[in-house]
T-cell receptor, first 111, second 113 residues
Framework: SQQGEEDPQALSIQEGENATMNCSYKTSINNLQWYRQNSGRGLVHLILIRSNEREKHSGRLRVTLDTSKKSSSLLITASRAADTASYFC???????????FGTGTKLQVIP | EAGVTQSPTHLIKTRGQQATLRCSPISGHTSVYWYQQALGLGLQFLLWYDEGEERNRGNFPPRFSGRQFPNYSSELNVNALELEDSALYLCASSVGQVTGELFFGEGSRLTVL
């Protein structure tokens, strides 16, 4: 079963607006990553945040991590039509580091 | 630098047959991960190989198996195919145990009729 759950499952916004996606996980983690998947394609890494970090930025992306709540959020600012994709969080945990993906948020940015 | 490559891109089989999917990791990467993604759903962890050994396995029946070769490429075998095995199978590689980014291939789409 998936450790992570994301919400919303789907999000539709206008170009230029901000998009926020949330991810929850169940066990303690070493790090948490966010990936993007264009329809039916492979996943592309966006950003990684370590368990001792609270916030990280990369271009128009901002990720926060709250280990007390076992949750993370991904904010995409000033969205573009090209941001239309599914976004997945992935948590890494355990001695043999198992990478577990969330259920994903499908983002549609309307031009 | 070549990325993770997977073959075949598409594969059509009938129930009861066997399917073999292949993955070549990025040069220098020793770990290979396999995931199953049914249509419109998230990624389910299948198998993790590192340095030729199976390190971890997801909650899948034994008819899902694989191996990693000395050159770190990997093969996923699915025996006695069932209709619900239809999915996109994604391979990813990393340098040893995952402390950072996973690099994904474009996937192999398996259709079971």
């Amino acid at each position: 079963s998936q450790q992570g759950e994301e919400d919303p499952q789907a999000l539709s916004i206008q170009e230029g607006e901000n998009a926020t996606m949330n991810c929850s996980y169940k066990t303690s983690i070493n790090n948490l990553q966010w990936y993007r998947q264009n329809s039916g394609r492979g996943l592309v890494h966006l950003i990684l945040i370590r368990s001792n970090e609270r916030e990280k930025h990369s271009g128009r992306l901002r990720v926060t991590l709250d280990t007390s709540k076992k949750s993370s959020s991904l904010l995409i600012t000033a969205s573009r039509a090209a941001d239309t994709a599914s976004y997945f969080c992935a948590s890494t945990s355990g001695g043999y580091q198992k990478v577990t993906f969330g259920t994903g948020t499908k983002l549609q940015v309307i031009p | 630098e070549a990325g993770v490559t997977q073959s075949p891109t598409h594969l059509i089989k009938t129930r009861g047959q066997q399917a073999t999917l292949r993955c070549s990791p990025i040069s220098g990467h020793t770990s290979v991960y396999w995931y199953q993604q049914a249509l419109g759903l998230g990624l389910q962890f299948l198998l993790w190989y590192d340095e030729g050994e199976e390190r971890n396995r997801g909650n899948f029946p034994p008819r899902f198996s694989g191996r990693q070769f000395p050159n770190y490429s990997s093969e996923l075998n699915v025996n006695a195919l069932e209709l619900e095995d239809s999915a996109l199978y994604l391979c990813a590689s990393s340098v040893g145990q995952v402390t950072g980014e996973l690099f994904f291939g474009e996937g192999s789409r398996l259709t079971v009729l």
